[in-house]
């Protein structure tokens, strides 16, 4: 979770398998009314290309835990998350941001 720069401004950002045990993805949504109501949540991780353990559908089971969200004093939020298959790897380091 983060607070956005205006009162009742929140983001939340999380990663689940709700697409199967091999699609983990990570998940982002806001609020702007103190969470009285959410934006739908959007899928950040739907991205196939980029590493073996990836495919449209999400990535194998998040190794690790390195996960980081934070807004800017103008609202952009900034995310950052790894994935991997074991402490060896391979595994990779990702970010997003936008509104």
Do not use: C, Q
């Not at 401004?9 to 009314?33: P, Q």
């Amino acid at each position: 979770m983060a607070a956005g720069p205006r009162p009742g401004d929140f983001r939340a950002a999380w990663e689940d398998d709700r697409n199967g045990a091999t699609a983990w993805n990570v998940w982002y949504r806001a609020t702007t009314n103190g969470g009285a109501s959410w934006r739908p949540p959007v899928r950040l991780s739907g991205r196939g290309s980029g590493a073996p353990y990836k495919s449209r559908a999400g990535f194998r089971f998040p190794y690790g835990d390195y996960f980081g969200i934070t807004v800017d004093s103008r609202g952009t939020s900034y995310l950052i998350w790894s994935e991997g298959t074991s402490y060896d790897g391979p595994g990779g380091t990702w970010w997003a941001h936008g509104r």
